[in-house]
């Protein structure tokens, strides 16, 4: 856990005035109304608590969550005590997303922010400080849990990523080999020098940590645990309440992870290979014993060259890979021509949520619905 609190920036500190100064009128009528109240009542306790803290009587824990699947978390872990809302929404793809300035109005009314961290969200921090950081509580998900080292896309597919995160060739990336991605978001590189050294940055976007823990179930236990801590410290009133949401739920997970298991096993042990569409799933793979092949898009904020395509296509046949898996919130048609030269079907995965649509069958939006689509979906093509 972590409190978000350099304000050291310039720029945000003149945001964070501005923001106050506005603020100052409505602030001011609030305590009018509260003199005025008090002024009728009894007049001893004119006291203006109206800050709107958490757990006061009756109120909601106000919760922004980054990514739509922590936003489920929080809810089921924070049932009727808690407002949820959600930064990324389903369909937006994480990678690239740019968060607008309401975003940052949202964060300045919450009182903790969840998010995933390892660098998936590498907007946040800017949020948060434009939000006066210093006020809520940023817990940082993925904290403790033991990362898959590297990009895992197998030995084929990988050479080129691991060229780049071991030399930084990456087109256009080469000259910050050790600060990556600080310009990515148009911020500079002193801004996040504190953020990178801690998670170890986002080399080659999933670089030297992969951060798609939450796609095995064990690690969401890990998750849930964590957001049902820091609820219980912003709202200890509340703590009976979350313990009792948060075992249920964990219990549920705990169903969730011996189906994906059962099912996994009426896949045929030589099509346990994954070829997805973006390296989200080396968690997954790890969990419950499958290959990772290989993948689509090395580089979430790159195209795939030609070359790529042709070396993964080439692999999808050697390795006599059943089915190739696509990303609905990705543009991912280079999927359909690998399938389609290589003889292969395509199924899709999920790494967030999506909205039904033309390419999508039906809405996922719960992270029970995400992971069991997900194995169904690996059943279908491999099994
Ligand atoms: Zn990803």
């Known amino acids: 856990m972590k409190k978000a609190m350099q304000q050291d920036i310039k720029r945000d500190i003149n945001k964070e005035v501005k923001k106050k100064a506005k603020r100052l009128p409505l602030l001011a009528v609030a305590i009018f109304a509260a003199v005025l109240a008090a002024g009728c009542g009894s007049a001893d306790s004119g006291s203006a608590d109206s800050g709107g803290s958490a757990g006061g009587s009756g109120q909601t824990v106000r919760v922004t969550a980054t990514l739509p699947f922590i936003g489920d978390m929080a809810r089921e872990v924070g049932g009727e005590r808690v407002e949820v809302s959600s930064i990324v929404q389903p369909g937006d793809e994480v990678h690239t997303f740019q968060p607008s300035p309401s975003d ?81 978001g148009g911020h500079t590189g002193e801004e996040h020098a504190g953020e990178a050294e801690e998670s170890g940055g986002h080399a080659d976007e999933h670089g030297a940590v992969n951060p798609h823990f939450w796609l095995s179930v064990p690690n969401a236990e890990h998750y849930v645990e964590g957001i049902r801590d820091a609820l219980i410290e912003a709202d ?93 919130q990705f543009n991912s048609g280079l999927s359909d021509t690998i399938a389609q030269e290589a003889n292969v079907e395509v199924h899709p995965l999920y790494a967030t949520f999506v909205q039904e649509s033309d390419i999508v069958e039906r809405d996922i939006s719960s992270y029970e619905q995400m992971m069991r689509a997900n194995v169904d979906s690996m059943v279908e093509g491999l099994g």
């Open 236 to 328: 200890p009133d509340g703590e009976q309440a979350y313990r009792q949401n948060a075992e249920d739920y964990l219990a549920e997970l705990e169903d969730l992870d011996s189906y994906i298991s059962e099912q996994v096993q009426s896949i045929p042990e030589q099509n346990r290979k994954l070829v997805t569409f973006h390296d989200g799933f080396p968690y997954f793979a790890e969990e419950y014993g499958f290959e990772l092949t290989g993948v689509v898009l090395q580089n979430p904020n790159a195209e795939a060259s030609s070359r790529e395509v042709a070396e993964l296509t080439r692999t999808v046949q050697e390795e006599n890979v059943p089915a190739i898996f696509t990303e609905p």
């Open 104 to 184: 940052a109005q949202g964060i300045s009314d919450s009182e903790v922010v969840f998010e995933n961290g390892h660098g998936l969200e590498q907007w946040l921090d800017d949020l948060v400080q434009s939000a006066g950081g210093e006020e809520r509580t940023v817990v940082e998900l993925s904290e403790g849990l033991e990362p898959v080292e590297g990009g895992s896309h197998g030995e084929h597919s990988s050479e080129a990523s691991q060229n780049s995160r071991e030399e930084g060739t990456h087109a256009g990336e080469g000259e910050h080999a050790e600060g990556e991605h600080a310009e990515e």
